[in-house]
């Protein structure tokens, strides 16, 4: 196929173009090119998206399939405008965030009721991600208007993980238990996460690309406990009998420990009752519809080996080892009592 990368050059849309290569199709990655180094073996074509004549260089050639992740809807609308009479299938990565509702475990993207899109003075997120899911929404309308029922896959993809992951959130636990000593975990074993490697939604997305795939899906791995993610992690490192703590999620809130990541957060941790559903969606009309999740240990293992290679790129995030010391030692004493 001919394919484009509307991207290309950072994490999901550097992994799309890779694959695509590595496959033997023609690739065309399209971006400002600041944000990283496109991959080898693709044609690399410097455009200004901001611009709404930004994707002349790429000339009037057409392609059998685009992919993109944007979050800008002028972006979006200029592309489109540009490129959907000379393209036969695009896909558009959008995110579990267009969700009205993330309490409910077990929703699918089949029936789930979404945001009202982005008012219309807002063309994309702010620094702080406020109107991320409601761009997005209007995205997708974009999209489907523009390109019909039958050539739009929109992919709403849940926390992506992965080798070139650009937040803390899953490097944070293979840091950490690569460390050893006693592991803060955080909640109950059986509180659930989800997540999907950033080399099996790039494997979807071609195979969406080629097979024709058209709909709207959530692209995410089924959910597990977070002991099994914390025991998977630590398997794939090739330690063994991991020491965790789990520590009750109100203590935890109490003492300033945060959600989710950044600074002083447990990564992939969410508040419950109200975010159950973030982390445990119906991933079964994905599956079903050609999304190849790989074993745990290898995603834990081509993100240590990734981590380890290019250190200065990985987000240093999380709760500091002297913080979750002091956090566990207040938890024992509360315990003792």
Do not use: N
């Amino acid at each position: 196929m001919r394919i484009l990368v509307l991207g290309g050059t950072r994490f999901l849309g550097r992994a799309v173009a890779r694959l695509a290569a590595a496959q033997g199709h023609d690739v065309t990655c399209a971006a400002r090119g600041v944000s990283g180094a496109a991959p080898s073996g693709v044609r690399f074509v410097p455009v200004d998206r901001d611009d709404p004549e930004g994707l002349a260089p790429l000339g009037g050639v057409g392609f059998d399939a685009v992919v993109d992740v944007t979050r800008q809807i002028s972006h979006a609308r200029y592309a489109l405008a540009a490129l959907a009479e000379r393209v036969g299938h695009w896909s558009f990565v959008s995110t579990i965030s267009v969700y009205a509702d993330h309490a409910t475990p077990g929703q699918a993207a089949s029936d789930a009721p979404v945001l009202a899109p982005a008012p219309p003075e807002v063309d994309g997120p702010g620094p702080d991600h406020r109107w991320y899911g409601e761009c997005k929404v209007s995205i997708e309308r974009l999209v489907r208007e523009r390109m019909g029922g039958d050539r739009a896959f929109i992919c709403r993809a849940g926390l992506i993980v992965g080798a070139e992951d650009p937040s803390d959130r899953f490097p944070y636990w293979v840091r950490r238990l690569s460390t050893g000593g006693e592991v803060l975990a955080p909640g109950r074993p059986t509180d659930r996460v989800q997540f999907v490697d950033v080399a099996d939604l790039a494997g979807w997305l071609l195979h969406a690309a080629g097979t024709g795939l058209a709909g709207t899906y959530d692209g995410t791995g089924p959910a597990m406990s977070r002991a099994e993610l914390l025991h998977g992690v630590a398997a794939g490192l090739g330690v063994a009998d991991p020491v965790l703590t789990w520590v009750d999620q109100e203590f935890l809130l109490a003492h300033d420990v945060r959600e989710w990541s950044g600074e002083r957060a447990l990564p992939l941790w969410v508040r419950l009752p109200e975010s159950a559903g973030l982390m445990d969606r119906d991933a079964r009309p994905a599956l079903g519809a050609g999304l190849a999740i790989r074993p745990l240990s290898d995603t834990v293992r081509a993100t240590a080996a990734w981590m380890t290679a290019d250190p200065a790129a990985v987000q240093q995030g999380g709760l500091d080892p002297a913080d979750e010391a002091a956090v566990l030692r207040e938890w024992q004493a509360v315990r003792d009592r």
